[in-house]
């Protein structure tokens, strides 16, 4: 199944499909830092930057050998983020319109849309089933339904909103049930990312830094499945943060949050709240507010947020910190992606066998 990701951003979203069997034939952004490592990750996948309110389904075509079975999508979130100032006049919302007018012209057999929680509320609900009004009549619509990361696994409570389509005569019938009644135990902090705190620093590579986990044997079963074969990651570095915000921070308990910087300190036995992008240099460079680590007087790291989002260790961000959490904040955990495409592929007749060996 020929799968196109538009708004690929770092990838997240298709490495949850790619782990249910699904492959990534092409994928679209703007923003070349954030899809910077995408060649890295998904080195099957042909990668096209540029302005997808100027691409046309005849242009995505001519990059795909095969027909376009799915596409996937989330539209840029800011303009309709409850955190953020929902301006109706934010000209990133017109961006969900242009993802539509896509998949219509482009007729996949299955498409998914992903975004935040705020564009089912009351004051964006109408741009977006207007956006919709583009699509034939033949596709069914599962949706939108807003599906919590935390209840598919993940170490992280994250909240989005999700619209599937499916054209009944080549996928079996899907009901929003079948996804909004998944209630699987989440993962804790713990489990995600304690193997990684006593890891060996090895020499880097590419502009990258490596690691060493010491000893695999005693991560969770989150942790192992997330394990490179080879037990090595990499985005290990510190922040360095001065002395008097450390001693701040050390005075944070677990479930707490600073008084000065509004920074959550995360609970050992908890999960993490919804990790988020900041701006990129063209409306500020805000970087948005990181969780402490359980234990330790500091922001986390870029693999422990990586784990929390649910990325594989094998998954390469940006070399400098800063693009790599833009990266995590921006992207769709790949756990609720692959337990979302997970329940579509017998549907659509996708074998699940690098699922299975995920697992």
């Known amino acids: 199944m020929n799968l196109v990701d538009l708004f690929c951003g770092c990838g997240g979203f298709s490495n949850g499909a790619e782990a249910a069997g699904f492959k990534t034939s092409l994928a679209i952004d703007v923003d ?21 309110s100027q691409l046309s389904g005849d242009f995505i075509r001519q990059h795909v050998e095969n027909p376009v079975d799915v596409v996937i999508g989330g539209p840029p979130c800011q303009g309709f983020s409850s955190m953020g100032h929902r301006k109706v006049d934010d000209p990133r919302r017109t961006l969900l319109a ?28 109408a741009t ?10 033949r596709y069914r619509i599962v949706g939108p339904m807003v599906l919590d990361a935390a209840n598919f696994g993940a170490a992280t409570r994250r909240r989005r909103l999700f619209v599937i389509g499916y054209d009944e ?6 009901e929003v ?18 193997d990684l705190q006593d890891a060996i620093e090895l020499e880097g590579t590419e502009g990258y830094d490596r690691w060493q986990i010491r000893d695999a044997a ?39 949050k600073d008084a000065v910087g509004r920074y959550p300190r995360l609970a050992w036995e908890g999960q993490c709240p919804t990790l988020r992008a900041g701006t990129g240099s063209d409306r500020g460079s805000f970087q948005a507010v990181r969780p402490l680590h359980p234990d330790e ?12 989002q649910g990325f594989p260790d094998s998954f390469k961000f940006h070399p400098t910190i800063w693009h790599s959490f833009r990266m995590i904040g921006n992207s769709v955990s790949p756990i609720i992606a692959r337990e979302i495409f997970g329940i579509i592929a017998p549907r659509m007749g996708v074998e699940e066998g690098r699922r299975v060996a995920a697992e």
């Open 32 to 52: 070349p830092i954030l899809t910077s490592s995408v060649r890295l990750n998904h080195p099957g996948a042909l990668l096209k930057l540029g302005d997808i």
């Open 98 to 125: 242009h993802y539509y007018r896509l998949v219509a012209e482009l007729q996949p057999k299955l498409f998914m849309m992903e975004n935040v929680e705020g564009l089912g509320f009351a004051d964006a609900r």
């Open 128 to 137: 977006l089933d207007e956006a919709m009004q583009a699509l034939p009549s």
């Open 169 to 174: 005569a080549y996928v079996d019938t899907l």
């Open 177 to 194: 049930s079948d996804f909004s009644d998944i209630r699987m135990p989440p993962a804790t902090v713990r489990e995600a990312i304690s």
């Open 218 to 256: 005693i991560a969770s079963n989150y942790a192992r499945k997330l394990h490179d074969q080879t037990h090595q990651f990499s985005g290990s570095q510190r922040t360095i943060h001065k002395l008097d915000v450390v001693d701040r921070f050390r005075k944070v308990p677990q479930g707490g």
């Open 297 to 308: 007087p500091r922001v986390i790291t870029v693999r422990e947020a990586a784990r929390l």
